[in-house]
């Protein structure tokens, strides 16, 4: 079993749309958790991270963090073609690496 | 702050070669990771260090590959005798370990080409 799991896509969206982006993780410990956005050929950046149940905004993004579903989500609200990506979800668990899963790829189509 | 670097950025090579890889984290930053990443797939943990000790390798390291951190600041990735499966991105992150909290920042990674 995965340990932190993405729907790979594409998630294809209309630009000025919301995509939300979802991720289940399987270990109850896990405390950090972090979205990263990957630009095909480039390396990841990272957009947000949230530690805490609930939501966090930042700009057009709003990560959400449910720790007794496992799950954590990223919205992406007035999506841009400049969006297109792949976004990584990642987990730190009770070590220091992140735990990655293998990304969903968003398309924003003008 | 300049951000994490790493060189070189490409890296084509035979199989058997030895090949290495620099990392130079964010300055201050007390911890470096080194990830793979192959096409695909999310990046995969292969080891970390804490100033200049390494804390943690991953199964994944085989005894080809070998990390070192000396003096705490730029950290170099070796791989002996590569083989086409060493054929990936080779990302390094860098973080400032605060509390419970460690944000990782990548660098542009190193991609690795395995003739």
């Known amino acids: 079993q995965k340990e932190v799991e993405q729907n790979s896509g594409p998630l294809s969206v209309p630009e000025g749309a919301i995509a939300s982006l979802n991720c289940t993780y399987s270990?109850?410990?896990?405390?950090?958790f972090f979205w990263y956005r990957q630009y095909s050929g480039k390396s990841p950046e990272l957009i947000m991270s949230?530690?805490?149940?609930g939501d966090k905004e930042d700009g057009r993004f709003t990560a959400q963090l449910n720790k007794a579903s496992q799950y954590v989500s990223l919205l992406i609200r007035d999506s841009q073609p400049s969006d297109s990506a792949t976004y990584l979800c990642?987990?730190?668990?009770?070590?220091?690496?992140?735990?990655f899963g293998t990304g969903t790829r968003l398309q924003v189509f003008p | 702050d300049t951000g994490v670097s790493q060189d070189p950025r490409h890296k084509i090579t035979k199989r058997g070669q030895n090949v290495t890889f620099r990392c130079d984290p964010i300055?201050?930053?007390?911890?470096l990771y080194w990830y793979r990443q192959t096409l695909g797939q999310g990046p995969e943990f292969l080891t970390y260090?804490?100033?200049?000790?390494?804390?943690?390798k991953s199964r994944l390291l085989s005894d080809r590959f070998s990390a070192e951190r000396p003096k705490g600041s730029f950290s170099t990735l070796e791989i002996q005798r590569t083989e086409q499966g060493d054929s990936a991105m080779y990302l390094c992150?860098?973080?400032?370990?605060?509390?419970?909290?460690?944000?990782?920042?990548f660098g542009p990674g190193t991609r690795l080409t395995v003739l």
């Open positions: 949230i530690y805490s149940n």
């Open positions: 260090f804490q100033n200049e000790a390494q804390l943690e």
């Open positions: 300055s201050e930053h007390n911890r």
């Open positions: 270990d109850r410990v896990s405390q950090s």
């Open positions: 992150a860098s973080s400032l370990r605060a509390g419970s909290t460690d944000t990782q920042y």
């Open positions: 990642a987990v730190n668990a009770d070590t220091d690496k992140l735990i």
